[in-house]
């Protein structure tokens, strides 16, 4: 019985410690802002830059498309009154309506010119921005890992966007656990003197030129009389 006894008191002792022992080696968590590294990262704002003068060369181009497109609704609409003259003759209006619907199917083709230069240039800057960003993502997610390995964390969680129920990915944590401007540190030992300091980082650009911003072309309706 007292071997018993002394068993039970020796199982205690041990769950004792090593309840004393997982406190002590208690996972360290640490949290950080992605979305706040990868705006204020100097090479961020280098690529908005380019972009921005991209998609600006891309309105341009459109703005000079859509110009052409209305040059030649102008002349058809020329073609159509010359077609409708009554002192023409019918072989004369024959000529000028076949000049029209040529002119038309112009316009048409130039639409689509518009049409598919605007989804093409969408489409490559908007690639560029999910190229970038994943690979931003991965550089950012490299040193924040060993700023929070230096730091003796076993776990680094993202804080800055919501999880799939669209509620903040961290409800609480204790300011002293964000290393997101240890790790801004970090990246900023490799910041150009040219760069752009993050306080005043212009937002980045819109992806691709906005057809509302240009003057689109305008088909007359209704087509020859």
Request: hydrophobic residues 40%; without cysteine; neutral net charge.
């Amino acid at each position: 019985m007292k071997n018993s006894f002394k068993s039970l008191l020796v199982l205690a002792a041990v769950g004792a410690f090593a309840l004393v022992g997982q406190a002590q080696t208690a996972t360290k968590v640490l949290v950080v802002d992605m979305a706040k590294l990868l705006d204020n990262h100097y090479k961020t704002q280098e690529q908005n830059e380019k972009l921005r003068s991209d998609g600006q060369k891309a309105q341009e181009e459109l703005d000079r498309l859509n110009k052409e497109g209305n040059a030649l609704v102008e002349q058809y609409k020329e073609l159509v009154e010359q077609s409708n003259n009554p002192a023409a003759t019918a072989e004369a209006k024959n000529k000028v309506q076949g000049d029209a619907q040529r002119k038309m199917e112009e316009i048409q083709r130039k639409q689509n010119e518009v049409r598919t230069f605007e989804a093409n240039t969408q489409r490559a800057l908007q690639g560029r921005i999910r190229t970038f960003r994943d690979l931003m993502f991965e550089e950012i997610g490299k040193i924040a890992t060993d700023v929070a390995k230096r730091r003796g964390a076993a776990l680094l969680v993202d804080k800055s966007g919501p999880s799939l129920l669209g509620i903040p990915a961290v409800i609480h944590f204790d300011p002293a656990l964000d290393i997101t401007d240890e790790v801004m540190k970090e990246i900023d030992k490799d910041r150009p003197a040219s760069a752009t300091p993050a306080a005043t980082a212009t937002p980045a650009p819109a992806p691709a030129p906005a057809a509302s911003d240009s003057p689109v072309i305008k088909v007359p309706m209704g087509g020859q009389k």
